[in-house]
């Protein structure tokens, strides 16, 4: 307990020790009068001090009661114990039993050391006294470092608290945010994927309208060749019945130019020389023209209108022919033209493939060998 005491108010140990240490110099100054009192003659006092064992050793003295730090209940320190004295102090020299004859010199040295001892005990609690204030100043010093700490701490701790619940707040608010972050990559994705999968089915969409458009495109293709086809073909067919039909019709014709032919010879020779001569030209003439229409006709057969083409139209074009009436290769050209490129060149693909063209013999083939043909489907 001694040590523990110690440890908590060392300053009270030290205070306590110095004023026995005072005591024990004032006990021992206090001898000085009766040796005096000796060299003046006087007959010593014959004392005997009562004291209690030297105080030298710390092992000896009695034990300080620990200073008391809580406070009461009004919220002060407690008072502390007042200082006991020594008993040296306190205790009375007592003088020793001597005769009556020294007794009045033995009162007036108790008289004098009895007011050297007030003094000395007045000046110790005037020192006490003084220890006392200076503890109660350092007991306050200590209650208000012990607020100031206590304040410190509370401080500290608000101060903790606030820190963390910004941390809390601040980690609440990152994660809100990390959240809304998280949130909106989601909903971007899913808006991507609803994009992509819509791109998909459009681009899906626009193949299969492209491969629907294209096979009905195959299909309707199909369908105009096949159509153009079988009207070629019948096209073809009645080309060849009308060829045939007019064949037969222009042989017929040309039998008959050919037996008026014979019979020209036969004609009345009661005609004027001059009208003699001119018959043979005009009849020439009027056989070219005839033949003119049936190459007009023949051609005809073997035309196809182009697309596009008007009503109206007409194109000359110079040919050559064997007197056979096949056309020569190379030898159609055009002459003057329609205005109309694709009904030029159908009129010229027609002369080739009405080759041989229906000419007359002999003489009368000669204007034929080379010559220009206009060709007008209207009429």
Avoid: C, N
Avoid at 2 to 20: M, N, P, Q, T
Avoid at 32 to 58: C, H, M, N, Y
Wanted: charged content about 30%; aromatic content about 4%; hydrophobic content about 35%.
């Amino acid at each position: 307990m001694i040590w523990e005491s110690l440890r908590v108010d060392r300053w009270a140990f030290y205070g306590s020790l110095a004023l026995h240490l005072i005591l024990l110099l004032v006990l021992l100054i206090g001898a000085d009068p009766f040796k005096a009192t000796a060299e003046r003659g006087l007959r010593p006092i014959q004392a005997r001090l009562v004291a209690e064992p030297s105080v030298s050793s710390s092992a000896q003295l009695a034990p300080l009661p620990a200073p008391e730090t809580p406070q009461g209940r009004g919220g002060h320190e407690a008072e502390p114990a007042p200082l006991a004295l020594p008993e040296t102090v306190q205790q009375q020299v007592q003088p020793a039993p001597m005769p009556e004859a020294e007794m009045p010199q033995q009162q007036d040295g108790t008289e004098v050391e009895h007011q050297r001892s007030q003094a000395e005990a007045e000046r110790l609690q005037a020192e006490e006294s003084r220890r006392k204030q200076a503890e109660e100043q350092r007991r306050e010093a200590e209650r208000r470092r012990q607020e100031a700490e206590a304040q410190a701490r509370r401080q500290a701790e608000v101060e903790r608290q606030r820190a963390e619940q910004q941390a809390r707040e601040e980690r609440a608010l990152q994660q809100a945010e990390a959240e809304r972050a998280t949130r909106e990559r989601a909903e971007a994705e899913h808006r991507r994927q609803a994009e992509e999968t819509r791109r998909r089915q459009a681009e899906a969409e626009r193949k299969r309208l492209q491969e629907e458009a294209e096979r009905l495109a195959a299909a309707e293709q199909a369908r105009l060749e096949a159509e153009d086809q079988a009207r070629q073909r019948q096209i073809a067919e009645e080309s060849e019945r009308l060829a045939q039909i007019e064949e037969q019709r222009l042989a017929e014709e040309m039998q008959q130019l050919a037996e008026r032919q014979v019979e020209l010879p036969r004609s009345s020779t009661q005609a004027r020389g001059g009208q003699a001569a001119e018959a043979p030209l005009d009849q020439t003439l009027r056989e070219s023209e005839r033949y003119i229409s049936i190459i007009q006709r023949r051609v005809r057969q073997f035309w196809a209108r182009p697309a596009g083409s008007s009503g109206g139209l007409s194109a000359v074009v110079r040919v050559r022919l064997l007197p056979s009436g096949e056309v020569i290769q190379g030898s159609v050209e055009l002459i003057k033209s329609s205005g109309h490129t694709a009904f030029d060149q159908s009129v010229i693909a027609a002369v080739y493939r009405a080759s041989p063209l229906p000419v007359p013999s002999g003489a009368p083939f000669e204007p034929f060998r080379e010559f220009d043909f206009t060709f007008r489907p209207d009429r």
